[in-house]
């Protein structure tokens, strides 16, 4: 006889059976893309929450520049490379703010994350430090991106300037190019700096000078072969350089060789920074 005095065990719960994985191995395979977008956006919307600061108000300082150098000093029936003197620095004009904010944005992120002790919302989420850094980068792309959209459309509209498009290949290739080599620059020195001093140091003293001795207002065709070289040797004058060449078809700088430099620069940053973010320098510690 059946003995009734054993009773058949319950079926086990799911959460029993479940297969947890060892400690340190990866469980989402592949690119977390939900986590990366999820950083995209917060990023994004930081920036974008006080846009009157950080879209629009560099719209209009840029165009005072392309006021001042037009209209104040009477530059304004001057000829640059063939082109009447407000086309030509207008390009440059646009470059110039679409750099400055990649880097401003790059270089603000995680730093006052360390000031502010919130440094672990980037460190403890199931992202890579390709997905980190990636997602840092676009955003300040982003801005970059807006920035110069808002440039553009205040000069399109600004009487006396063209800014038609020639080659839309060189204006999103060097305006890519340009704006990832500053927000790389710009996580280089969130991870760095240890307080906002040492951010404006860099802005000051080394994004500022490279920006404005760029080529941005003028050629540099007409400068001393001495300071000839030293443009060549300035990353920011063949993005900007490159930009303008698609708004206008010329340029004083060989095109296939500033998009190489730029995509070599680029690919060198994204190394350091990958490494150091991965070594935990100056934000584990």
């Known amino acids: ?33 939900a986590g990366f977008l999820a950083l995209y956006k917060k990023e994004v919307r930081r920036f974008f929450k006080v846009q009157l600061q950080t879209v629009w108000a560099p ?18 029936d001057r000829a640059v490379l063939g082109v009447p003197f407000a086309d030509f620095i207008a390009p440059g004009l646009i470059c110039m703010g679409m750099l400055q904010n990649a880097f401003a944005n790059s270089s603000f992120s995680m730093l006052v994350g360390k000031i502010q002790g919130t440094i672990i919302d980037y460190l403890t989420p199931p992202l890579s430090v390709g997905e980190l850094l990636g997602a840092l980068v676009v955003a300040s792309m982003t801005r ?31 305006g ?27 802005t000051n003293f080394v994004v500022a000078p490279l920006a404005l001795l760029s080529g941005t207002f003028y050629s540099i065709d ?8 030293v443009s060549h040797a300035n990353p920011f004058f063949y993005a900007i350089s490159g930009f303008r060449y698609g708004f206008l078809g010329v ?28 070594s935990g320098w100056k934000i584990k510690s």
Not at 145 to 173: K, Q, R, S, Y
Not at 222 to 229: E, V, Y
Not at 257 to 272: D, F, S
Request: charge should be neutral; aromatic fraction near 12%; charged fraction near 10%.
């Open 144 to 174: 970059a991106a807006l920035v110069g959209f808002a440039v553009w459309l205040a000069m399109f509209i600004w009487p006396g300037v063209n800014v038609g498009i020639a080659h839309w290949w060189a204006v999103l290739w060097f």
């Open 222 to 229: 007409r400068l001393s072969p001495a300071f000839q070289a």
């Open 1 to 33: 006889m059946p003995d009734r005095s054993s009773k058949p065990s319950p079926p086990e719960s799911p959460a029993s059976v479940m297969q947890f994985a060892e400690p340190g191995v990866p469980i989402i395979r592949g690119v977390n893309w």
């Open 176 to 202: 890519i190019m340009g704006a990832a080599m500053l927000s790389f620059l710009g996580v280089l020195t969130s991870i760095w700096a240890e307080k906002f001093d040492h951010a404006a140091a860099v």
């Open 59 to 76: 719209s209009i300082t840029t165009l005072l520049f392309l006021v001042i150098f037009t209209v104040a000093m009477g530059r304004g």
């Open 251 to 278: 340029a004083d700088s060989p095109i296939v060789q500033g998009a190489a430099i730029l995509l070599a620069i680029n690919i060198g940053l994204a190394i350091i920074c990958y490494f150091l973010l991965k």
